[in-house]
């Protein structure tokens, strides 16, 4: 009995960890590691400080967390069903298409553009986690870009890495301009801007 | 003779707040508003907290000025001689190379991205002063496109707005991702990129 009821108690403590996760996750997203107070947690959460730091070792593990969560709720909007467009450069515009289209999942923005900003002088286990997002990133963007050559869909002398940089780069900034002006006409520029692109890397050699 | 002692009096002290305004700007670009503490400030300028805010109203608005003093800098790094560059699309070029080639001029990166993303969900003033800047470095690019329609030497139908806005988000996007990276080769793609785009609205109808 002692096995089960402690079994239960630590169910109960992770379900109370992952929802602390989830309601800290928008507060980092909006406000930045140094911005996120011990007040704004304890609002968002419902929880006194002792509640919330029961569960994780520090205000640092608990960011890291919350960017984790951020994060794959980010990708899975902007992978929606990504898997069923046929070929590279749909695939491509689907990716962009999304982007532009659908909010980030997390109140904020886009949590790697935020956390790569707030991290690069900064927190280095939140910078090395936004570094690995940006990487992931970019390995999921050239592998669709090498699809596309080897199935001749995608000129040969395209480089990968620099397509999926391109795509992200001007996206993240168009974000960051769209944001700021509270209009998406600079996410609307930006997908014009790399359907240029997308042509150019797939026409006729 | 007071008059005198007087004006001496305030040309020191508003000596002093430009040290204090040059001082505090890298700080401010590093850490953001929420993360730049009172220690920071005292350390990088040698003051105490009430020798500091003698010259400013709060925090506010000394962010405000290492706002405003990062910002000139920076855009005097980023036009450097662009004036004896002939040509709207040799300017376009030469704009990409500066931002690419040359740090910003306060450490930390760019103001302006590093403000838009500390700013745009948090300290109102900061904002407006970011999307300013954003604006007016937009306006300053479409001036060079509009000059090279006008000129004969860029498409009719390119929209001058959407150049100027693909250009800094690719730029300020890449930005981001190099500093994450610590290596120049997201800002080195972005330069590719944008070479694809400038080609493309030069090439003749």
Redo the contacts between chains.
């Keep these: 009995m002692l096995g089960i009821e402690r079994e239960s108690t630590m169910r109960k403590g992770e379900a109370t960890r992952q929802r602390i996760i989830a309601e800290a996750a928008p507060i980092f997203n ?6 996120c107070s011990m007040n704004d947690l304890m609002e968002a959460t419902g929880l006194e400080k002792g509640g919330i730091y029961r569960h994780f070792a520090n205000k640092e593990e608990l960011a890291a967390e919350a960017f984790r969560f951020a994060l794959a709720q980010t990708i899975k909007v902007r992978t929606d069903h990504l898997e069923d467009v046929p070929g590279a450069a749909n695939k491509l515009r689907r990716v962009v298409q999304l982007f532009v289209e659908v909010p980030s999942g997390v109140a ?2 886009c949590p790697l ?2 956390t ?3 991290a ?3 927190n280095p286990e939140l ?1 090395k986690l ?2 690995k997002g ?2 992931d990133w970019r390995t999921r963007l050239a592998a669709i870009v090498e699809a596309g050559i080897a199935a001749g869909e995608i000129r040969k002398k395209t ?1 990968p ?2 397509i999926a ?2 795509i ?7 974000l ?2 769209s ?3 509270r209009t998406r ?2 996410l609307q ?2 997908r ?2 790399l359907e ?2 997308i042509r ?1 890397i797939s026409r006729a050699e």
């Design positions: 909006q406000k930045g590691y140094a911005g904020g923005g553009l935020n790569a900003i707030d690069d002088d900064g910078r936004a570094l940006i990487q480089d890495q620099r940089n391109a992200i780069s001007t996206l993240e900034g168009a960051m301009i944001r700021l002006e006409s600079a520029d930006a014009a801007t240029i692109v150019d």
